[in-house]
């Protein structure tokens, strides 16, 4: 509508453009309101105090904010303190793992041709794209054997997580170092480094925001993850598997529901924030 | 002190690809070299080897008496900008300039206070003293290109090497910077190999040219030598725009001289060409003319022809004479001759600078 | 003798790449290759060698079947919605709009979103006094007296269909994502030199846009269909264990509850047939891409 105000003779209104605009908004407001409504409520039912999620209809906008479902989810099951740890043991160790191989891989995919590039590229695919139960369970029964199973510090479900996010490690990996000129490495491998000090000058504090989010990106997934966790764990859950549990039991039970959800979804949630610009280029470069 | 020698240099890219095969050169001491060819031709390969990013195949690569095969890049004692000027993009322009004298073999015997005077040396010659404390992002495109100079430069390396690194800026930047390295080249004392398909940039800076061609050498020579006998058919028709005319004669002998005949004309060979060609017994033979050498008249020549199409160049104007279906000639006028489409003129040939190629292996006969 | 100059430190350096990728190689053959094959043994081997009897046993289930005919019903009806809504909405909004990054924050939300907070989201939601009945009471839509109880027990249908919404919830706006990155990439003059030969706009979307936009509309249709081979945990959560029965599910019943991981194995490899089958159906869908790699020098 600028345009037409500032034209310096006035056409008429352009309708089509008002329609195509007008149509455009609303579709925007309506799928925005269909995925916020929902979260909204998973949210402010968290925070209610227990008469009002129980009461008919619930209100809209709570009176007053309490944190005693979260205090009641935290304390129903004396596993879910632990597994709030043992959640993030995992998710770190699966960053190590999948920055580390993956992140090798991803520079030798980036800066290197060689034979069987293109076959061990899709392969990765492959790989991510296989079902995890089909890995999981017989997985479970290997380390049941190696006596690696349900252990206290969850290294089974690490390793697991890893297989998964090497592949997508890879991928993210090769992306960021693609993106960063391999003249900079040449340059200073010219001007006096090792190709490896090279790498350590220049590319890694160019890639080290891209590999950040990466890491990150690793994080959300391992702290989301349900279904393998809950095949891999008994006596040693991650926080997924036991709220998974807690909740999957706790039908009718709203407050403790989505206590258990909210609880979950916070480190999801500041963390896609903080890497959004990233998430958003992973998939697929979207620029409106 | 540091002279390049390149013995049988080939490189291989997989099973079948030669990107340089048994090439040799040898680049004086002090000398600014050119390496000139078309996209694909190997000149930056070679350059890569030189450099050491790129391990030959086979052959060896000399810098000054040294044999370099298994120096890394870092101890070759050498320069190199980039054509993407390859300026990082995490450092402040002072400390991108001084990278070079800080880590590696050079940073022995660089005091704090050293640095910072050779900093500001470079600097001040390529005029970027004040963007020292400025980050790459804040450059314009001609200001990072002064960046990477000053960076090969601080470092005084026996050899610079040039990926060509003006392609990237806009024409009016390029021929003003051309000036400036050449001036560059001169100042430092070091010897320069600069790779380009840039000619006119190869013609106005380098003291000796090697034309590249398909991973060999076309032709080594000085500018003059290179556009005014060239050495082949490629060359010939690689250097110079508007492109060489290039036109199939039949080699005829008429009453003790010797007649160059096509199907548009006939002109008598004379002096040392005529003795060059009677000497080898050619009947065939291509006819190399340069546009500017095709002089156009409305009085009388070699042989009449019909204007095409007239290109109007400010002071000059490119004709172009349909001989027939397949054979268009060009040539260069002075934009004064009133000429238009359709138009009959005279054409007559420079005669000392006629090319004779072989028809077959395209070699120079003349 | 020059060719072998260089000799063994050369040849060392252009296997470079593949030290590289070692430590990932071995990895996925020691913790994908080794445990997805003896996944494959587990199935197959009886006390007495080679059997099928697992298989047998799995066929013969009546959940089986159940599963098998909702996972799929859920899988045809909710990429099929979930596709032309997404579309829809991502040539709407194929345009600048203010606001644009925020909009695609919010896109990402369900997306990365634990499968529990959504499962927690929509249980607390279906609910007889849930959230989704208590908005259409304030919205004036529903008489407070007579709730809806959508989960009333044995109505199938209508669970599918929470189902699919809920999915929907969750899958729309990954796939919406997909669609936008695919028409961003399609340059605006090709739709611009349609309608300038004449094309309705209807015609310019049929017959340029779409066909543009193809291995976008591949991707989205398949990671999509992969991913509601796999559901689970939303299942479960909204409708309790066994009630709507999924093929995961199952897989999951058999090894974790009954501890038959024979049975659990077998459940793993049809499921990976299944998934295996999509799969290769994505990548020959795609195989027109693999010539991009040879270009370049």
């Not at chain 1, 455009?24 to 925070?47: M, N």
């Not at chain 2, 040799?24 to 080897?49: N, Q």
Request: proline share 5%; aromatic share 12%.
């Amino acid at each position: 509508m600028n345009e037409a105000t500032l034209a310096p003779q006035r056409v008429g209104v352009n309708w089509r453009r008002f329609t195509g605009l007008t149509l455009t908004y609303l579709a925007v407001a309506g799928i925005v309101l269909f995925i916020l409504v929902p979260v909204y409520f998973l949210f402010i039912l968290a925070f209610m105090s227990r008469a009002e999620v129980y009461s008919w209809p619930m209100p809209l906008f709570p009176q007053q904010f309490t944190l005693d479902n979260f205090h009641f989810f935290l304390t129903i099951n004396p596993k879910i303190i632990p597994s709030i740890w043992r959640s993030i043991e995992v998710a770190v160790t699966t960053i190590v793992i999948a920055l580390s191989i993956g992140g090798l891989a991803g520079y030798s995919f980036a800066r290197f041709r060689f034979r069987g590039k293109n076959a061990l590229k899709l392969s990765v695919l492959f790989v991510r794209m296989y079902p995890g139960v089909a890995v999981a369970i017989p997985m479970a029964v290997l380390f049941m054997r190696l006596g690696l199973y349900d252990t206290p510090f969850p290294i089974a479900l690490a390793l697991n997580y890893g297989v998964g996010n090497i592949g997508l490690t890879i991928w993210i990996t090769a992306s960021i170092f693609l993106g960063i000129n391999e003249e900079l490495e040449e340059q200073a491998m010219v001007l006096g480094l090792s190709r490896m000090g090279a790498f350590f000058r220049i590319t890694l504090p160019l890639a080290a925001p891209g590999l950040a989010a990466a890491a990150i990106y690793t994080f959300i997934g391992a702290w989301n993850e349900v279904v393998i966790a809950t095949l891999m764990t008994q006596f040693n859950p991650t926080l997924a598997a036991v709220t998974y549990h807690t909740v999957a039991a706790a039908a009718g039970a709203l407050h403790l529901q989505s206590a258990g959800g909210a609880f979950m979804a916070f480190p999801a949630l500041i963390f896609t924030f903080i890497i959004k610009r990233y998430i958003i280029q992973m998939w697929g470069g979207v620029r409106i | 002190m540091a002279q390049v020698r390149l013995e049988k240099v080939s490189k291989r890219f997989g099973k079948r690809v030669w990107a340089v095969r048994e090439f040799d050169l040898r680049v004086a001491d002090r000398e600014f070299l050119v390496l000139l060819g078309p996209s694909g031709c190997g000149k930056t390969t070679t350059l890569r080897m030189i450099a050491g990013l790129e391990q030959p195949t086979a052959g060896l690569i000399y810098i000054g008496e040294r044999l370099v095969n298994l120096v890394p890049p870092r101890d070759r004692d050498i320069s190199m900008v980039f054509q993407s000027y390859a300026v990082w993009p995490h450092m402040k322009v002072y400390d991108n300039i001084a990278f070079g004298l800080r880590y590696g073999r050079r940073k022995k015997g660089f005091s704090k206070a050293d640095v910072d005077r050779v900093v500001h040396e470079v600097a001040r010659l390529v005029r970027i003293e004040e963007l020292l404390d400025r980050y790459p992002t804040q450059l314009s495109g001609g200001q990072r290109q002064r960046v990477a100079l000053a960076r090969a430069l601080a470092v005084k390396p026996q050899v610079f090497l040039y990926d060509e690194p003006l392609s990237n800026l806009d024409a009016k930047l390029r021929i003003q910077m051309r000036t400036e390295l050449k001036y560059i080249h001169e100042q430092a004392g070091a010897t320069s190999i600069y790779v380009t398909h840039d000619q006119a940039e190869a013609m106005s800076m380098a003291d000796r040219i090697m034309v590249m061609r398909q991973g060999q050498g076309a032709q080594l020579g000085s500018p003059n030598e290179i556009y005014f006998r060239p050495a082949n058919q490629f060359v010939a028709g690689f250097i110079g725009t508007p492109p060489m005319n290039m036109l199939e004669v039949e080699v005829e002998e008429d009453g003790g001289g010797l007649m160059l005949v096509s199907p548009h004309f006939r002109i008598p060979l004379e002096g040392e060409t005529a003795a060059a060609v009677k000497g080898r017994g050619v009947r065939q033979a291509v006819l190399g003319v340069r546009p500017e050498d095709v002089a156009v008249s409305l009085e009388g020549g070699d042989f009449p022809a019909r204007v095409f199409v007239v290109e109007p160049q400010g002071p000059q104007q490119i004709l172009s004479f349909k001989l027939d279906e397949a054979l268009i000639l060009k040539s260069l006028a002075s934009a004064d001759l009133p000429v238009s489409p359709g138009q009959q003129v005279w054409l007559s040939f420079h005669r000392d600078r006629l090319h004779l190629f072989d028809r077959d292996s395209g070699v120079r006969i003349n | 003798m020059p060719e072998k100059l260089g000799g063994w430190k050369t040849r060392l350096a252009s296997y470079y790449p593949y030290y590289l990728i070692v430590p990932a190689v071995l990895y996925y053959i020691a913790f994908w290759a080794i445990p997805a094959a003896s996944g494959v043994a587990l199935a197959f081997q009886g006390p007495q060698g080679f059997t099928l009897r697992y298989f047998n046993y799995v066929i013969r289930d009546p959940y089986f079947y159940q599963a098998l005919v909702y996972t799929f019903t859920f899988l045809v009806i909710s990429v099929t919605v979930e596709f032309i809504l997404a579309l829809a909405v991502a040539l709407l909004i194929n345009t600048n709009f203010k606001g644009a990054s925020l909009f695609l924050f919010v896109a990402l939300i369900p997306m990365v979103l634990p499968e529990i907070s959504y499962g927690a989201i929509w249980a607390t939601g279906y609910a007889q006094h849930g959230w989704v009945n208590s908005l259409l009471v304030h919205l004036g839509l529903m008489d407070p007296r007579t709730p809806m109880s959508w989960l009333a027990y044995g109505k199938i249908a209508r669970w599918m269909t929470l189902l699919i919404v809920a999915e929907a919830w969750r899958g729309l706006p990954s796939v919406m994502i997909i669609l936008l990155a695919g028409l961003q990439g399609i340059s605006k003059e090709y739709g611009e030199a349609a309608r300038i030969f004449g094309a309705t706009g209807f015609q310019t979307l049929r017959k340029v846009t779409l066909p543009l936009l193809k291995p976008s509309i591949q991707t989205a249709l398949i990671l999509r269909a992969i991913g509601a081979v796999q559901i689970f945990v939303i299942v479960t959560v909204i409708f309790g264990h066994r009630n709507l029965p999924v093929l995961v599910e199952e897989a999951v019943y058999y090894f974790r509850e009954l501890h038959q991981k024979q049975l659990g194995a077998a459940y793993a490899l049809i499921i990976m047939g299944i998934v295996v089958t999509l799969s290769v159906l994505y990548l020959w869908l795609f195989g027109s891409f693999k010539g991009e790699e040879g270009r370049g020098e």
